[in-house]
């Protein structure tokens, strides 16, 4: 196991959409060579400080963030940044397999290509190759990386888009809910995966099952209304909670 | 559960049943009404326009050998083309007059007319071919050669039918007498019906050879008009709509701006064609009658049309895709272009030929700028003509003929409807053809 590092650290976080207070002063450390997950009922804002991880609220007029995030230190946030790069560096998989209707290639070849990544043809195809093996699925489309990526099963579309986020080289991974569109074997299979890329990547997961988030995190935030209620390692969060709330939530009783 | 109030066999009908089925039946039989309704009058439409319209595609023609006299048509006998340019179509009227009366003489055909009514069955229009082909090919003066005349209006029509000895009582124009001879020339094969290439790509002619009338021209006209239309609509329609529905914040003006822009849609084609006059004739002065206006002017009026199905296009790429192209890091603009475009483009195509296909039709707007009523009898030469001089466009075209008192002229407005939804039935189809292939399937 590689040594984990201080990657992201998001300090009195808020983001408000016109008049409602979406995260409500939240702040964590998220570190690098390990899953964190983040749980919590629908609406408590969890997906919602995912996104302000990659600056993907900017997409939303009405979105405001204030507080401070910095990626290895330097603050996202800063007019300086452009959220472009941002985004190469922290990647993003969503809770709906959205493979672009292109070739298996083509999907995870984008990335590369617009970031100027790739010297030539052969290199391009060593990434793609890379990033196919370490999404788990280079085996299974090897042959066939020129059939389009939407005709591939619902798992295998969502391990393509892992394949296209990491072929950017990223730090930090973001995944919304991956495994909420997939049946019990896909998701087992992304779980192995993630589980997996945890050696290479800093991984934030949204989820809605804890025992997804038992399984495959070192560390949990649980999210209730807009605040963090509770941040700390998985072990300790689902056996010995220090907040009423997380201790309902995760026995079942609220949520 | 015997206690259940619906406890009754499934096979028992009450009075409430069999009312929802009844109304069900009805709602059924209206519907399927409606539709044969609708059917019925498209059939009787497709009918009167083919039977009405065919006979423009056919033409009567009467195939005569004319002796080209050198001493009628260059005098000096030089071929200088200056001097053969100086004998005008009344020194080749003559020679059509002899070629009738040697037929006479040959097939000794008794008839009580005089030369001048013999020859009067043959088109107005044969001087002036005869005349072309000659400066063309000065060769064939002194030489017999033999030529394909069309017959005169009345003649075409009393060999289509539409012209009979009962209906032309008194008329003027043609006799029973000559009819006589007419069909002494269908039994010798001089006069015959073939098919009119000339309707199809010929120039439209004076009131009083409506045999010679075709609507290649307008058909010129009718292109160019489309060129500048697709040239012009289609990149600012997609711009327009790329950049409020992609970038532009949703906000109050854009709302207003959108709903503007449908409200456009709606405005009738003559308000384009008055806005025209005023902007385009009155105040830059561009030439009256040409298809540049005329497209401009159409221009106008198709921009809501594509801007509308655009949008409904663009609107229709799941957002997932442009999260995911921004999510890898692409800037706005390439999302756009390299995701959303491409992904949008049959749409964007669909509505776009849908469009063109209406300004194709559109007669009103072109009366405003001079493109009705102006008799297109010169095919242009170059782009810059095609675009600039005057013209006419296909629905002008039927609409003048349909104007015009003689009933030769009355075939070749239905005519040219045949030609003009064949088009529009053509555009259509590449529209639809376009939606299935490249519909997507998320």
Redesign the interface.
């Known amino acids: 196991m590689h040594s984990q590092s201080l990657k992201i650290s998001a300090r009195h976080v808020n983001v408000h959409y016109d008049k409602t207070h979406a995260i409500k002063d939240v702040s964590a450390e998220i570190l690098s060579n390990s899953v964190t997950a983040f749980i919590g009922p629908s609406g408590c804002g969890k997906s919602t400080f995912l996104r302000c991880l990659n600056r993907m609220n900017d997409t939303i007029d009405s979105c405001q963030v204030t507080g401070d995030i910095l990626l290895d230190g330097e603050d996202i946030y800063d007019p300086k940044v452009d959220p472009v790069q941002l985004r190469a560096k922290v990647g993003m998989v969503f809770q709906k397999p959205n493979p672009f209707p292109k070739s298996i290639y083509d999907n995870v070849a984008y990335g590369p290509r617009i970031h100027g990544l790739a010297q030539g043809k052969s290199d391009l195809d060593e990434i793609v190759k890379q990033a196919l093996r370490r999404a788990a699925i280079w085996d299974e489309v090897k042959d066939r990386l020129s059939a389009p990526g939407t005709g591939l099963s619902g798992g295998q579309q969502q391990r393509i888009c892992i394949a296209r986020a990491i072929a950017t080289a990223p730090a930090v991974l973001l995944m919304d809910e991956p495994c909420s569109a997939l049946d019990p074997i896909a998701t087992a299979q992304i779980e192995e995966l993630i589980d997996e890329l945890r050696q290479n990547y800093a991984v934030v997961i949204v989820t809605h099952s804890m025992h997804q988030a038992a399984r495959i995190s070192q560390k949990t935030a649980f999210f209730h209304m807009g605040t963090m209620v509770e941040f700390g390692d998985t072990e300790k969060i689902f056996t010995n909670p220090t907040d009423p709330r997380t201790e309902s939530y995760i026995t079942g009783r609220i949520g | 559960m015997t206690d259940l109030k619906t406890d009754k066999s499934l096979y028992a009908t009450t009075a409430h049943s069999k009312r929802r089925s009844a109304a069900e039946k009805r709602f059924h039989r209206l519907g399927l009404a409606a539709i044969l309704i609708g059917l019925c009058m498209l059939g009787i439409l497709m009918t009167t326009i083919v039977t009405k319209g065919s006979g423009a595609f056919q033409q009567s023609f009467a195939t005569l050998d004319i002796d080209l006299l050198e001493a009628k048509l260059d005098k000096t006998g030089n071929r200088d083309p200056e001097d053969l340019k100086k004998v005008t179509t009344f020194g080749y009227a003559p020679l059509i007059k002899a070629a009738v009366e040697q037929v006479v003489e040959t097939h000794r055909i008794e008839t009580g007319l005089k030369s001048k009514d013999m020859a009067a069955i043959i088109s107005k229009s044969a001087a002036a071919q005869m005349r072309y082909r000659v400066l063309d090919d000065p060769s064939l003066i002194g030489t017999t050669a033999e030529f394909k005349f069309l017959t005169n209006s009345w003649i075409d029509g009393y060999l289509k039918g539409r012209v009979t000895r009962e209906t032309i009582g008194n008329n003027k124009n043609v006799s029973v007498e000559q009819l006589d001879f007419v069909d002494r020339l269908v039994g010798l094969g001089i006069v015959e019906k073939s098919f009119n290439m000339q309707f199809i790509f010929g120039a439209d002619a004076s009131d009083q050879r409506p045999e010679d009338a075709g609507i290649g021209v307008a058909m010129v006209g009718s292109l160019a008009m489309m060129c500048v239309v697709l040239l012009l609509a289609l990149p600012i329609g997609v711009a327009a709509s790329v950049y409020l529905e992609e970038f532009a914040?949703?906000n109050r003006l854009t709302d207003i701006i959108a709903v503007n822009i449908a409200n456009l849609a709606a405005v009738p084609s003559i308000v384009f064609g008055i806005l025209g006059l005023a902007i385009f004739i009155n105040t830059l002065h561009f030439p009256q009658s040409a298809p540049l206006v005329g497209g401009l002017v159409l221009t106008l009026m198709t921009l809501p049309t594509i801007i509308i199905s655009t949008r409904a296009a663009l609107e229709a790429v799941?957002p997932?895709?442009?999260?995911?192209?921004?999510?890898?890091?692409?800037?706005k603009m390439?999302t756009t272009f390299?995701?959303v475009l491409p992904?949008a483009a049959p749409g964007i195509l669909t509505g776009t030929i849908l469009g063109l296909a209406q300004a194709l039709g559109e007669t009103a707007p072109l009366l405003l700028i001079g493109m009705i009523g102006y008799v297109a009898t010169n095919m242009p030469e170059t782009v810059t003509q095609g675009l600039l001089s005057p013209n006419s466009a296909m629905p002008a075209q039927i609409y003048e003929w349909a104007k015009r008192a003689d009933p030769a002229f009355y075939e070749r407005a239905w005519g040219g409807i045949i030609i003009l939804l064949i088009f529009l039935i053509t555009m259509n189809i590449i529209a639809v053809t376009l939606r299935r292939r490249f519909e997507?399937?998320?």
């Open positions: 914040p949703k799941p997932s895709i442009r999260s995911a192209a921004l999510a890898l890091g692409a800037s390439q390299h995701h992904l997507r399937r998320w």
